[in-house]
């Protein structure tokens, strides 16, 4: 992915070169000049102000950085430059954190930089400069902006530049060694401004500045376009082009630095061709104040040639956990840093990078005259697209309810996808919204992609409630046989239902599959009445049974008509006695007169006949026929009312008579 955006930013650290421990940030060497000037709200939160620098209209910008300090846990914040926005984050860090607690205060900062090369016009010297309210907690801020260009133009002379970053602890005393510079030609100016923040012009809160243990003047004050901020440091403002250092603001090029003028000459200090140099600052009176030196600019001139150099990498843009392929070319020896790790050799034109964050590399390339310059290359690492949260609706069973819903994405960049995959069945699904309905029982692994196509995975699981309950009450809850019982389904989470009646031989007396049944048991005993109720499918079901208890009918009961039509129309042609509890007598007779006393019809009945009728039939009914209506002669008896006498005898030896009427029609 290309990251052609107007801002891009540099994430740099203050580095070892070849075995030497300094802060060069970038060095340079090309036919044009170099003018910068800064800008302070010192202890101020917000405001606006400007930055005034000098370029020559003929030239192309070559490269222009935006340093600013990082005070504190300051928050990302947008500020303007000429109505430019630039957002200042971790992510344009520059180097290592110092320590500022000799402010009295426990701040941890850090100096940042934003490379806006591409968004200076050379016909432009004056940028205004817009920063926000900021300070929520303590001091936490981004302040004291310094810009830095270099211009290039082919008919001035050769410009070396040297841009050193702190990595000190602000103390009383710190000392920079600087090493393996271009060795410097002290015939033309040798420039060095400084960039500074929290210097006052109260008696006792300078510094002196010392090079080569040389005390090149003590700096103080608030130095900056508007003068209104307190605290707001000094810097040296100038350019310097064919040769020739020039002064901006209240800034001088002379020899010496003083109050807000932090510039100087210093050729007078150094030796010729020297490739290092040493600046110490010392606190006024080595009283302990909050002097906060952020950054060095040297320009001068030097024998050494223009060269060429170049850093790359096989890719921009990488995913966190993966590693790019770095190459520097124009040199005899090369040494790369990252601020924050990840090579696997900085001593090779080559080396394997694995950035734990976004970052810019830097490696030092010297040619084979031992001149050395600089080249970057930015890596920016995209995050795993991390959501806040998954949330998963399991499963009811018989209902594909499961849903899978990824939360938002904490970091990454989007356009995000979203896969999921059954582990079990290895099927996937990709799509660009974040829920995944209708979601079966199993584990899954779900993945979300951003526009990088780096990845997060976590593996869930759906599983499944049966919610089927089944239950029913009996009523009445007992009796005596023959009894007729009402079962009523209270099941809940379910919508089919399946009933068996099962008696205690085990045999299934009844089945059916409906709400609620009824069932009419004829005979004592205890039975089995069981429930499946289920949820759309069969496997999502719940079974209740409950056993009933009869008790058994040992009396008898007659069931006697009081009129019979035998008039061959086959309803009602013979008079029937129908009987429960055949299987306890030990002998039946019926006898039917007529109304002067003679016998029409009489019989005696085979108990255990009857009996094996009551066992077979559903009612648990015996039902047999006692007379057709005919004499004996076999003529039609006449109509009329007609007396019958029923004589049992129990298997108990009880003795039972009964007697009754009944008509005859034709």
Request: net charge negative; hydrophobic share 35%.
């Amino acid at each position: 992915m290309n990251l052609t955006k107007k801002n891009i930013i540099l994430i740099l650290s203050l580095l070892p070169y070849f075995g030497y421990s300094q802060q060069i940030f970038h060095q340079d060497i090309f036919y044009g000049g170099v003018t910068g000037a800064g800008f302070s709200t010192g202890v101020g939160d917000g405001g606006n102000g400007q930055v005034i620098v000098n370029i020559d209209p003929a030239s192309t910008i070559r490269k222009a950085y935006l340093f600013c300090n990082r005070y504190g846990n300051a928050q990302p914040v947008n500020i303007n430059l000429n109505s430019i926005s630039y957002n200042i984050n971790t992510n344009n860090q520059v180097g290592s954190n110092f320590d500022l607690s000799d402010c009295n205060n426990s701040w941890v900062s850090a100096i940042h930089a934003i490379d806006v090369t591409n968004d200076i016009n050379p016909l432009q010297n004056i940028y205004n400069i817009s920063i926000p309210n900021q300070m929520t907690n303590g001091f936490d801020k981004y302040g004291a902006f310094y810009l830095l260009i270099l211009y290039e133009n082919n008919s001035f002379q050769k410009t070396a530049v040297t841009i050193i970053l702190n990595e000190k602890d602000v103390a009383a005393n710190v000392n920079y060694q600087l090493n393996n510079l271009f060795p410097i030609d002290t015939i033309n100016p040798v420039s060095i401004a400084i960039h500074s923040d929290i210097l006052w012009d109260t008696p006792d809160d300078g510094s002196f500045i010392f090079l080569n243990s040389n005390n090149i003047g003590l700096i103080q004050g608030s130095d900056n376009v508007n003068s209104i901020w307190n605290g707001a440091g000094v810097k040296g403002h100038f350019y310097y082009e064919n040769n020739t250092l020039f002064g901006l603001d209240d800034d001088t090029p002379d020899s010496l630095m003083q109050g807000t003028d932090g510039l100087a000459d210093i050729k007078s200090y150094v030796q010729n061709n020297t490739t290092n140099l040493n600046v110490n600052m010392v606190y006024e009176n080595n009283i302990t104040k909050c002097n906060i030196y952020l950054a060095f600019f040297l320009t001068y001139t030097t024998p050494c040639d223009t060269f060429s150099t170049a850093a790359t990498a096989t890719q921009d843009t990488i995913c966190l956990g993966d590693s790019v392929q770095l190459n520097a070319t124009g040199g005899a020896t090369y040494s790369w840093f990252g601020a924050f790790g990840g090579l696997n050799d900085t001593s090779i034109a080559n080396p394997v990078a694995s950035p734990p964050q976004t970052t810019t590399y830097i490696v030092t390339i010297k040619n084979d005259s031992g001149c050395v310059k600089t080249e970057h290359v930015k890596i920016w690492v995209s995050p795993e697209p991390t959501p806040d949260t998954i949330v998963v609706t399991n499963n009811v069973c018989g209902d594909s309810i499961g849903s899978i819903t990824v939360g938002n994405i904490s970091n990454g960049n989007p356009p995000y996808s979203y896969t999921l995959t059954n582990l079990q069945t290895t099927n996937s699904n990709t799509q660009t919204t974040n829920t995944f309905n209708n979601i079966g029982t199993g584990i899954y692994e779900i993945q979300v992609s951003n526009a990088n196509g780096c990845q997060w995975r976590d593996t869930v699981t759906i599983t499944e409630t049966n919610n089927a309950a089944a239950n029913f009450t009996a009523n009445p809850q007992s009796g005596v046989a023959p009894l007729d019982v009402t079962f009523n389904n209270i099941s809940t989470g379910a919508n089919n239902f399946e009933w068996t009646v099962i008696n205690s031989n085990g045999d299934t007396l009844a089945q059916h599959s409906t709400i609620n049944i009824q069932h009419f048991f004829t005979e004592g005993g205890t039975y089995e009445v069981c429930l499946i109720a289920y949820n759309n499918q069969p496997q999502c079901a719940d079974t209740s049974c409950k056993t009933i208890f009869i008790d058994p009918n040992e009396e008898i009961s007659l069931f006697i008509p009081n009129v019979f039509t035998p008039n061959g129309d086959n309803e009602n042609d013979n008079f029937i006695i129908q009987l429960i509890g055949a299987a306890y007598l030990e002998s039946l007779e019926v006898q039917v007169f007529s109304r002067w006393g003679q016998e029409v019809a009489g019989s005696k009945f085979d108990v255990q006949s009857l009996a094996s009728v009551m066992d077979s039939s559903p009612s648990g009914l015996g039902a047999f026929t006692v007379w057709n209506g005919k004499t004996t002669a076999g003529n039609k008896a006449s109509e009329g009312t007609y007396f019958y006498v029923v004589s049992y005898t129990t298997k108990l030896g009880e003795t039972v008579t009964q007697k009754g009427t009944v008509s005859l029609l034709r």
